[in-house]
T-cell receptor, first 112, second 118 residues
């Protein structure tokens, strides 16, 4: 089955700097790659996703890139703010009716 | 309001006492799933359901049961809870992308149930 590795497990950045979180997946048939943000004590919520027919997607300060050849995808957050502090999860799903497989998460701390 | 609800939100119980955590969604989603979240291990899938009367094991199904008799409900049953099932549990639902139906849209998560088994 699919296996998703996520790095780093923790990340601290200064406010205003950029943060990058990377994930690799094992199954080349995966074609859907969402990112979820989980604030302390709350449920995970989707922040951005990308499908295999595109290489990059942006939404204001966040972007996701996908390299299907290398089987990795990354989350980029620019101009980080304290409210970006949270745990971020990447996930992958194989085309068709199969469930998401999540990475173990990255705890991002933005230091003011 | 479109949402996924779980009950109870918090539960402390003892080893061996059967319990059920309910999950309900009002978005007419076909797909529902249960995850457990433990420190350093991320979200691990317990069971999932593609539609009514269709369920399948996830990565960590041992010690759990589910049922999907109605589209909106997907209860998680622990027949004989043990301390290693102490965890934070999330239910989630989603629906296939239209019109192809070959990929899934965003998963919506419930608020979570914090379970402690003594």
């Amino acid at each position: 089955g699919e296996n998703v590795e996520q790095h780093p497990s923790t990340l601290s950045v200064q406010e205003g700097d950029s943060a990058v979180i990377k994930c690799t997946y094992s199954d080349s048939a995966s074609n859907y790659f969402p990112w979820y943000k989980q604030e302390l004590g709350k449920r995970p919520q989707l922040i951005i996703d990308i499908r295999s027919n595109v290489g990059e997607k942006k939404d204001q300060r966040i972007a996701v890139t996908l390299n299907k050849t290398a089987k990795h995808f990354s989350l980029h957050i620019t101009e980080t703010q304290p409210e970006d502090s949270a745990v971020y999860f990447c996930a992958a799903s194989i085309k068709g009716n199969t469930p998401l497989v999540f990475g173990k998460g990255t705890r991002l701390s933005v230091i003011a | 309001e479109a949402q996924v609800t779980q009950n109870p939100r918090y539960l402390i119980t003892v080893t061996g006492k059967k319990l059920t955590v309910t999950c309900s969604q009002n978005m007419n989603h076909e797909y529902m799933s249960w995850y457990r979240q433990d420190p350093g291990l991320g979200l691990r899938q317990i069971y999932y359901s593609m539609n009514v009367e269709v369920t399948d094991k996830g990565d960590v199904p041992e010690g759990y049961k589910v049922s999907r008799k109605e589209k909106r409900n997907f209860p998680l049953i622990l027949e004989s809870p043990s301390p290693n099932q102490t965890s934070l549990y999330f239910c989630a639902s989603s629906s296939p992308s239209r019109p192809s139906g070959t990929t899934y849209n965003e998963q919506f998560f419930g608020p979570g149930t914090r379970l402690t088994v003594l």
